[in-house]
């Protein structure tokens, strides 16, 4: 595991600590309640499921992806990932 992702997680343990962000497994839960997923999405998207992913663990951003993700699961950006996006259409 390189430093970065050692950090990244490290900052994602204490983001979900203290109820910063959804917990990416609680975000693909909610595309499979939609009647999605990572798969669906980046197919819709023209991009790859890894895309996806990355951007529902936090290692990307991508308005365009979390907007989609927003958009199918009918959860706000705000909600889904607080303060890294906001909520515009």
């Known amino acids: 595991m390189t430093m970065h992702a050692i950090a ?3 900052e994602l343990r204490a983001n979900l ?7 990416p ?3 693909k ?3 499979e309640k939609a ?3 990572q798969t669906k999405i980046a197919q819709t998207l023209g991009v790859s499921k890894t ?3 990355h951007v529902i ?3 990307s951003s991508s308005r365009r992806i979390a907007a989609e993700i927003s958009r199918v ?3 706000p950006l705000s909600k889904l990932w607080p303060g890294r996006y906001d909520d515009k259409k």
């Open 8 to 10: 990244h997680a490290h």
């Open 51 to 53: 895309t996806v992913g």
């Open 35 to 37: 009647g999605s997923s």
């Open 73 to 75: 699961t009918d959860l």
């Open 17 to 23: 600590r203290q109820g910063v962000v959804m917990h």
């Open 25 to 27: 497994a609680d975000i």
């Open 57 to 59: 663990y936090g290692r």
């Open 29 to 31: 839960a909610a595309l």
